[in-house]
T-cell receptor
Framework: SQTIHQWPATLVQPVGSPLSLECTVEGTSNPNLYWYRQAAGRGLQLLFY??????ISSEVPQNLSASRPQDRQFILSSKKLLLSDSGFYLC???????????FGDGTRLSIL | SQQGEEDPQALSIQEGENATMNCSYK?????LQWYRQNSGRGLVHLIL?????REKHSGRLRVTLDTSKKSSSLLITASRAADTASYFC??????????FGTGTSLTVIP
């Protein structure tokens, strides 16, 4: 069966510090991968998606970047965090676009 | 944007009652999906309904889709306290990725 791992679960970072969130998927190959951000009490905002290694599409301009160095690894990064980067970050995978997405348990990021 | 809007934003019912949530969207779709999110957790896929389908059932869940009105509804029958969560619709439209709505927060009172 397929599983998705996302870590860390909680992160507190100072403004201006770098960020690296990692997401890995097991039990499937060549998945579509997604990074979302969810503000408190709000819906999900798609940040990045990837259909293959090294292929990253960005949905909104921002202070963040994403990379997919391996087929089942998706990394969300920032060189310098802003206060507005606080939120709940969710990674998800799907067999192909339009198919059900399977989510990790998220990382709650607080910027101080 | 191709974003679903759920209605109501919040819903509180007694255990055993039915809960109905609605989703409206803006353009044509390939399919519409409903997800559930427990507080502080990731989303869990519940059901997918294709644009050529009008109704779908899964256990205590019933989803309807009206493409002429660009709307969908999720009915949870005989609700339980464990159904307390936020529910989101998501649309898959031609040429676009998924867009999630803002969600309905459901509270089921024991």
């Amino acid at each position: 069966s397929q599983t998705i791992h996302q870590w860390p679960a909680t992160l507190v970072q100072p403004v201006g510090s770098p960020l690296s969130l990692e997401c890995t998927v097991e039990g499937t190959s060549n998945p579509n991968l997604y990074w979302y951000r969810q503000a408190a009490g709000r819906g999900l905002q798609l940040l990045f998606y990837s259909v293959g290694i090294g292929q990253i599409s960005s949905e909104v301009p921002q202070n963040l970047s994403a990379s997919r160095p391996q087929d089942r690894q998706f990394i969300l990064s920032s060189k310098k965090l802003l206060l507005s980067d606080s939120g709940f970050y969710l990674c998800a995978w799907a067999r192909e676009r339009g198919q059900p997405q399977h989510f990790g348990d998220g990382t709650r990021l607080s910027i101080l | 944007s191709q974003q679903g809007e759920e209605d109501p934003q919040a819903l509180s019912i007694q255990e055993g009652e039915n809960a109905t949530m609605n989703c409206s969207y803006k353009t044509s779709i390939n399919n519409l999906q409903w997800y559930r999110q427990n507080s502080g957790r990731g989303l869990v896929h519940l059901i997918l309904i294709r644009s050529n389908e009008r109704e779908k059932h899964s256990g205590r869940l019933r989803v309807t889709l009206d493409t002429s009105k660009k709307s969908s509804s999720l009915l949870i029958t005989a609700s339980r306290a464990a159904d307390t969560a936020s529910y989101f619709c998501a649309t898959d439209a031609p040429g676009n990725q998924f867009y999630f709505g803002t969600g309905t927060s459901l509270t089921v009172i024991p």
